[in-house]
């Protein structure tokens, strides 16, 4: 049932991606299981002509910017399942994480047992969240419509805004002109209906994971 399967683990906790891997190798039988420990290494495999059939992603790892993640792979990859594994446990992270498009969310508290039943029910096309309580008709905010319409190169950028960087560092980081990285950011300011940078990363932090309100999140 699983030959010529491919399931990506990004999750950047080397113990519970070497558990979980074992796990998966167990009971699903001929999957191929590649694992990603931040967002570069999980968006080469994505790019891969092999295609991935499921995605467990945990919502932070490096790079990921709690949501952000999560809704460009899912525009950009419609076809993808992606399960959330993570620490964050909250009613509220697993309702915005399946509103953004994630077919199940499983809490790394979960038995492993339960864990595999839960994989199995997304491959077989059912959402699946711990108390099994998920309304598709909650709504989101429109933030995620705006990011997601950002280009690869254009997310990339906004996120080193975030991280502080002045536009000659992005070009040197980037391998472009300070001209370029100016023309980037004004289409960026335009898609996401704001005038500067500051206000471009309030739009961006509007989707990361508040750890002071969820609890630290389990590594």
Do not use: C
Not at 33 to 45: F, K, R, V, Y
Not at 67 to 93: A, C, M, Q, W, Y
Not at 115 to 132: H, S, Y
Request: proline share 5%; hydrophobic share 40%; charged share 20%.
């Amino acid at each position: 049932m699983f030959n010529n399967m491919k399931i990506i683990l990004a999750d950047d906790h080397p113990l519970f991606r070497q558990a979980l891997t074992i796990t998966l190798k167990a009971h699903f039988d001929g999957a191929t299981i590649i694992d990603a420990q931040n967002i570069p290494e999980l968006e080469q495999h994505l790019q891969s002509k092999d295609k991935a059939d499921l995605l467990l992603l945990d919502l932070d790892i490096p790079g990921a910017h709690g949501f952000n993640s999560l809704i460009t792979i899912r525009r950009s990859h419609p076809d993808l399942g992606i399960v959330i594994i993570s620490g964050f446990e909250d009613k509220e992270t697993i309702h915005k994480a399946m509103s953004y498009g994630a077919a199940g969310f499983i809490p790394k508290s979960t038995p492993v047992p339960k864990m595999v039943e839960a994989i199995k029910e997304v491959l077989n096309g059912t959402l699946w969240t711990p108390d099994g309580e998920f309304n598709p008709s909650e709504k989101t905010n429109k933030t995620d419509d705006k990011i997601a319409s950002l280009t690869p190169k254009q997310h990339e950028i906004l996120l080193m805004f975030a991280d502080g960087l002045l536009n000659k560092q992005i070009a040197y980081e980037l391998g472009t002109s300070e001209s370029t990285i100016k023309s980037h950011a004004s289409i960026i300011f335009l898609k996401l209906g704001v005038r500067n940078r500051t206000q471009a990363v309030i739009a961006l932090n509007e989707l990361q994971l508040n750890q002071n309100t969820f609890g630290q999140s389990i590594k």
